[in-house]
């Protein structure tokens, strides 16, 4: 049974930094994308980052530069570092996975997802 279990969302003021951490059990493919979505009240689930098996990595146009993402796969655990968080960040971030090559935008190739945490950013 795989699992996906968030962590890490506060509330921060805009221009803080924040490292959400997703903690996996149960996910053994060889081939796969972690990926982190966010969701804001009102909108819908948008990608925010990305990373695939050879850790080939991909972000929304609005995070490049501010937002990082990582896996140890040591610890089965993927994480995004945050910095120079806005206001319009703030949002409930879900960490998914899918099996196969790439992490594409659409939230429905991802079959696995977490609970969510949040995070809100006041300005």
């Known amino acids: 049974q795989v699992q996906l279990v968030e962590s890490g969302g506060v509330s921060v003021q805009a221009g803080g930094s924040l490292r959400l951490s997703c903690a996996v059990s149960?996910?053994?493919?060889?081939?796969?994308?972690m990926a982190w979505f966010r969701q804001a009240p009102g909108k819908e689930r948008e990608r925010v980052a990305g990373i695939d098996t050879y850790d080939s990595k991909t972000y929304a146009d609005s995070v490049i530069g501010r937002f990082t993402v990582a896996k140890d796969n040591a610890k089965n655990t993927l994480y995004m570092q945050m910095n120079s968080l806005k206001p319009e960040g703030t949002a409930m971030y879900y960490c998914a996975a899918r099996v196969g090559r790439g992490c594409p935008r659409d939230s429905q190739a991802y079959p696995y997802w977490g609970q969510g945490t949040q995070v809100t950013v006041s300005s």
């Open positions: 149960g996910f053994t493919y060889s081939n796969y994308c």
